[in-house]
């Protein structure tokens, strides 16, 4: 039975990842290493909880000792790195723990997985990074978009720590021939994203008759693709993917800010029954986030073509499965508004 680690399992596409891969593969099994932090959450994978062939584990990549015990103790034949800090605007305010998690805890894990696969042989190994689009800065030209070979130029904190460790990884690969991988996604949307990112965020303050901030004018543009087909992706990489290579993962489908926004409000005022154009009254022009970058987009020629990965949902459909889900798990978003399910997992792991 290979023995696969899943990283920030509990997160918003750790979770999605987890559950494709414990799901189709009965011959794997996975252990997921998450350390609980703020967005980290275990109810976001109830329904495989119990699966034999899933194992979750409680623990922090910075810290090495731990993570060395932990690849001595299981022998890992593959690792999906997700586990990081990954919201720009919490970079911007405590920097050093995107250093901490994002760049120590990526060369940790790196360390642990050399050492082990040292002595065992590379043979069947794989490390995949999981990255993001940002690591590329931003566009202006409308025509442009981002290419795997386009020069790194992160520019917010979170970005820059991402960059690093995709140089980590790569540097690795090249110099003790580690087996790696790496993917660059755009801006993810679907269940279990936390409500502190736009679109969920959003959802929430619309359920609440909130303000929706809107920052600067809303018109920075992001590139939106549903979380499932990220980990289909992600599936499609770690198991056909050449090794040593960077896949772009995106979905052709770049919205400026206020038009999501707007569409998320038509698509509420309708699901809830309000008349068209309640919740739009809503949305508020807040201070721009410092240094926001413009706007992302994919070119994901190369995973589609080499690969024949592609999204498997036009985006209103995904946009509207989304909104069914936030309606349908009311109580998913309370537990976290009101702190709850940190409480509860922190109890259970202290
Ligand atoms: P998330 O914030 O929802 O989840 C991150 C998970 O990592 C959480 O469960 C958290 O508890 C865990 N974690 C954080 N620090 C840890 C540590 N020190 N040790 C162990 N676990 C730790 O993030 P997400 O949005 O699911 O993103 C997952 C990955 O995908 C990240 O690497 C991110 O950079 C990348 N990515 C995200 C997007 C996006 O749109 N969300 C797009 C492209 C790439
Ligand atoms: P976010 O979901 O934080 O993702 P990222 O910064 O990684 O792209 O933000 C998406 C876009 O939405 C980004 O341009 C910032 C903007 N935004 C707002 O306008 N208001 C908000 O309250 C948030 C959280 C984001």
Request: net charge negative.
């Amino acid at each position: 039975m290979k023995k696969i680690l899943i990283t920030g399992g509990a997160g918003f596409i750790g979770s999605h990842v987890v559950r494709l891969f414990v799901t189709k593969y009965p011959d794997y099994h996975i252990f997921n290493l998450d350390k609980l932090t703020y967005a980290g959450n275990l109810a976001n994978l109830t329904d495989i909880e119990n699966a034999p062939n899933y194992t979750f584990v409680r623990g922090d990549i910075v810290d090495a000792d731990f993570i060395n015990e932990l690849f001595e103790t299981h022998q890992f034949d593959g690792v999906i790195h997700l586990a990081a800090e990954s919201h720009v605007d919490r970079s911007i305010t405590e920097p050093m723990a995107f250093v901490m998690t994002n760049v120590v805890g990526t060369c940790n894990l790196l360390n642990a997985a050399k050492n082990t696969w040292k002595a065992s042989g590379y043979e069947g190994k794989r490390f995949y990074h999981v990255s993001t689009d940002e690591v590329y800065g931003e566009l202006h030209n409308p025509e442009d978009f981002f290419l795997e070979t386009t020069p790194y130029d992160p520019r917010s904190p979170y970005s820059a720590s991402k960059a690093s460790s995709d140089h980590f990884v790569r540097a690795y690969g090249n110099t003790y021939k580690l087996p790696i991988v790496i993917t660059n996604c755009s801006n993810n949307y679907g269940p279990n994203h936390f409500p502190e990112k736009l679109l969920p965020l959003m959802i929430n303050n619309i359920l609440h008759s909130k303000p929706l901030p809107v920052y600067g004018k809303g018109e920075n543009v992001r590139d939106w693709l549903f979380v499932v087909d990220h980990a289909r992706a992600i599936d499609t990489v770690y198991h056909a993917g050449k090794e040593g290579e960077t896949y772009n993962i995106g979905g052709f489908n770049e919205w400026k800010n206020i038009d999501i926004v707007r569409l998320v409000c038509k698509t509420m005022d309708s699901k809830l029954g309000r008349p068209e154009g309640t919740s739009e009254q809503l949305i508020t022009y807040v201070t721009d986030r410092a240094g926001h970058d413009l706007r992302y987009a994919i070119d994901a020629t190369k995973i589609m073509n080499e690969l024949g990965w592609k999204p498997s949902l036009q985006f209103e459909e995904g946009l509207e499965k989304t909104v069914d889900w936030f309606l349908n798990n009311q109580e998913w978003l309370d537990n976290i508004t009101s702190g709850n399910y940190k409480e509860y997992y922190d109890k259970m792991y202290s």
